[in-house]
């Protein structure tokens, strides 16, 4: 009211500026993080402000939750994530265009402190060593708030000079936010296409990396351990196909050139850097090793076998001056940490009793793909992969359980969890119809440095039957079984149980994947044609 004696009298936005004000909050979010994006994008992909609240978020998400999410979308929980935070960033974008309708300098203000907090976000990521990584959110702020203060001046600069003025103001409005949009985009465009520096730098060091051949050759693979039934998972599971599971946003892409390991702690004589061709002048071992998820429900898909290259663990740490605590060594557990920030929690003395701990980079007769580790991981027979097999490994600390505790702990698993005995059904599918006669059930049992010594399926509430075993590779890896089953009409269950190396049978009773791994019979239901 005060103004109107000052300057001409402004209209009353009506629908139409509040639609376009919504319009231009969401193209100058847009933008911001167009330009957020093209800033990390050269430097640290991580440092992204999406990138930086999710990883902030997923960090801060109840563990029951996040089962949950792993429950509902599987591996495609992190782009369920990432879509559920820019819906949230649209809405909020389209508030702040309406609040800069009324009060332009607070809605630029609102963008500044979005910026903030994706700054903030940001540097306090684990992995963030450096302030610069608050610059991506800042710049695309800064950019953001700019433009959103330019766009609703334009709709806002007319006073009364009539709907032909109005309408002339709408229509700059609109070229003035496409143009913005479209160049965001374009630039967005071209930067992708020239490719980041950082990972190219990646793609090349694990282009030229050429493997070393193992003084310690794993033995060939027992021609009877691949049985021949359609449907049943390969006794070797390919890198495309090999499950994944991990917090990263963004798949950390480190040049293998520039890869160091620290080795350091309790216990260690002196504490040792070693490098990528350090590890790989050592003696070079490769092993068949079958990892588990402890997220893996029974049944699940989190679970599959390859073929590692790399170096033992336990000799490294041994020349290290590290003893395990059955020797007197004051360190129990050994906590590997990740280039992301990521901490694994292993026990000093699994990994020191002879068992074939692997530092790896190898993986299936190719270096590590860059989603399972590259260049080198952990990997421990016998253990879940959140207490062992630590990805994109970056130092190997000597502690205590006493002392530390890893990432999950203090989520609610254990932080020591050896992998429980299981058995799956891979063939017939659930609810699958087949035809009445010879059928072949089919499936893995695993019961990782144990070994599998029996398997047995039941029909129905029929007597356990004792099913044919695939060949044993190692005690580390999981076995295939058959059963041919004289299918009679209607509809069966399929039940199967595991037998590991110790005699100990899986119990029958279910138990959840928290704190330390699902356990209980698998069991599938199948519908059998009449003949
Ligand atoms: N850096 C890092 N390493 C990690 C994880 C992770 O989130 N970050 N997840 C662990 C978990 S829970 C499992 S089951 C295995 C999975 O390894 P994969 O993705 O190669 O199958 O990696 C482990 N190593
Ligand atoms: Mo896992």
Redesign the pocket.
Known sequence: MRNMTLSAPRRAPTRTDRLLAAAGGLVAGYVSLAVADLASFWARPEASPVTAVGGAVVDRTPAAVKEWAIRQFGESDKAVLQLGILLVLGVLAAAVGLLALRRRLLGSAAVGVFGLLGALAAVTRPDSDSALDAVPSLAGAAVGAALLYALTGILTRRAGTGPAAARADRRTFLVAAASAGLAATGAAAVARAVGSPVEENAAASRAALCLPRPASPAPPVPPGAQLRVPGISPFVTPNRD???????LVV?RVDAARWRLRIHGSGVREERTVTLPQLMSRRVVERDVT?????NEVGGP?V?NARWLGVSLADLLREAGVRPPSEGGPADQLVAR?V?G?T?GTPVEQVMDGRDALLAFGMNGEPLPF???FPV?MVVPGL???VS?????ASIELTTFAAYDAY?VPRGWAAQAPVKTESRIDTPRPLARVAPGAVAVAGVAWAQHRGIRRVEVRIDDGPWQEAELGAEDSRDTWRQWLHRWPAAPGRHTLTVRATDGTGATQPEERTGTMPNGAQGWHSVVVEVDDA
């Not at 990892?291 to 997220?295: E, K």
Request: charged letters at 15%; a positive charge.
């Open positions: 090999f499950y994944r599971v991990d917090t990263a950390p990892l588990a998820c402890v997220s989190y599959g990740s992301d990521m694994i989603t399972h580790g991981r879940y992969g959140y097999a630590c990805k994109w490994i999950w």
